[in-house]
């Protein structure tokens, strides 16, 4: 097989043998200062690297430039996405699966683990506390299960949670996380709204993909790693990509990650709208020990660093595997979008308990509400955003990166994070939190650069005071 990233072979756009020489070549250089400047040189331009120079970078081993690495991240971080945090929950519909998954507890053969399917009814209460809480963005998450989890049934929940206004709630954009399927499926979650498609690769190393994966559909590697291309054929043009690091050896999925960027660019002019950066957790049936290739905060936080530096155009994401405390290391040097007040099992929103834990997909770190997360967000400077915009005015895909491209998306992030931050502090936040949030959004008002676009902002602010809602440039 030979390393070619326009194929549409997997095998050939994740190329083993490139991966491997990358690393090696790495390996070589991690002291090479004179190469290492000018790779620095070419990242500091902000519009990325190669996966090879991305590579050296990560393993650079001089401690002054690693200062200079993450001074850059944190810059390219400022410049691109300011200091705005997009938030999002996950909702979990089913967890039957088919699968035998070695780290996830909903693997096929764990037969004590509480199996459970929402009905629309159960999903309609969930929808609601979610919409309780703030929350404007969800991610739908499902085990594979052609007879639980059919594609009928996941179409039937998006309608559904698209449909619930409870209060001034919406949801405004549904992501969706669900087995790799087959064209004609991709088709009608693209005809049915998602927002952004996710699949996680877990890992790239095919050898070890297939000895994770040991029984069920998802064994198939190609099929899987294939599977953001036949999304993207059938219309879906906001794909996220994200791996499990803990499964292998952090370089090689590094460079498996970075690869399907390039590929997916190469192929259809859009790299991911996303990656995620999910480290391996405890759960039910899963020791996280079991897995001897876990990483400290310390790598952790090099990894978010260095894809932030070679792929400035794509959102990071971390969830609350993550602690409060890496959150807010990576949230720094390059995350862009958190959950929070997340519950990662099913029905897990609407009848919180201790015995729901039982059906949960891995243990929660970050166990906060989403009021307390927004809360710390701004008193780290950060502006909470429940901004949909683009999606709902369709600037998705190639339209969504050109204006990226061109620098002009933060005219709309900006005051969107705004708007949609002031909607949640005169419908859900506590008090304390609004005091904070009300003065943080009065500063933040004069960094919109254009006067015009700052007036219309002001006047959708007391808009919404007034009982107004959704908004948006
Ligand atoms: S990771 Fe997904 S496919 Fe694998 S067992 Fe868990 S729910 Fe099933
Ligand atoms: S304007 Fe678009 S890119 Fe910016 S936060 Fe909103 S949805 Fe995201």
Redesign the pocket.
């Known amino acids: 097989m030979k390393y070619d990233p326009k194929s549409s072979v997997a095998e050939e756009f994740i190329n083993d043998e490139e991966i491997r020489e990358c690393l090696e070549y790495a390996e070589k250089n991690k002291h090479n200062a004179a190469l290492i400047d000018s790779i620095l040189e070419k990242a500091k331009l902000e519009k990325g690297l190669s996966h090879k120079e991305a590579l050296v970078l990560l393993d650079c081993d001089i401690e002054e430039k690693n200062q200079e690495i993450y001074a850059l991240a944190e810059k390219i971080k400022r410049d691109y996405y300011g200091n705005?945090i997009?938030m999002f929950a996950p909702l979990y519909l089913s967890n039957y699966c088919v699968n035998g998954c070695l780290y996830c507890p909903y693997h096929l053969k764990n037969k004590h683990i509480p199996r459970i399917k929402l009905t629309q009814d159960e999903i309609r209460r969930e929808v609601i506390a979610l919409q309780d809480m703030g929350h404007k963005r969800l991610a739908i998450e499902t085990g594979e299960d052609p007879i639980n989890n059919p594609i009928e049934y996941v179409l039937e929940s998006i309608n559904t949670i698209y449909s619930i206004k409870h209060k001034n709630g919406a949801i405004r954009r549904v992501n969706v996380n669900i087995a790799a399927t087959t064209h004609e499926n991709y088709k009608k979650l693209k005809d049915a709204g998602i927002g952004t498609y996710i699949l996680f690769q877990e890992t790239y190393n095919k050898e070890s993909y297939e000895k994770l994966h040991p029984t069920g559909p998802k064994h198939n590697y190609a099929y899987h790693t294939e599977a953001m291309d036949r999304a993207m054929e059938a219309g879906i043009d906001d794909v996220g990509c994200g791996v499990l690091f803990g499964l292998e050896l952090y370089r090689y999925e590094f460079v498996g990650i970075l690869m399907h960027a390039e590929h997916l660019e190469a192929r259809f002019g859009v790299g991911p709208h996303t990656i995620s950066v999910p480290r391996v957790r405890r759960a039910d049936d899963i020791d996280p020990d079991t897995f001897d290739n876990g990483i400290s905060d310390d790598t952790f936080a090099k990894i978010v660093a260095c894809i932030r530096i070679a792929v400035p155009y794509t959102g990071m994401i971390v969830s609350t595997r993550e602690s409060q405390k890496s959150r807010e290391r990576v949230l720094k040097l390059g995350v862009s979008q958190i959950s929070g007040g997340s519950k990662t099992s099913v029905g897990g929103y609407a009848e919180p308990c201790e015995e729901d834990e039982d059906s949960a997909q891995f243990d929660v770190s970050d166990r906060r509400t989403l009021d307390e997360v927004v809360k710390w967000l701004m008193e780290l400077g950060y502006i909470p955003?429940f901004?949909?915009?683009?999606?709902r005015e369709g600037?998705t895909g190639d339209r969504f990166m050109a204006l990226c491209k061109a620098g002009q998306?933060q005219n709309?992030?900006h005051p969107?994070?705004l708007m949609t931050l002031k909607e949640y502090l005169e419908d859900y936040a506590s008090p304390g939190t609004k005091e904070v949030g009300e003065k943080l959004i009065l500063r933040e008002l004069d960094n919109i650069p254009k006067e015009k676009v700052r007036e219309i902002t002001r006047q959708h602010l007391t808009d919404i005071h007034n009982g107004d809602r959704d908004f948006r440039f």
């Open positions: 705005r997009v955003s901004c949909t915009a683009c999606y600037r998306i709309c992030c969107n994070a």
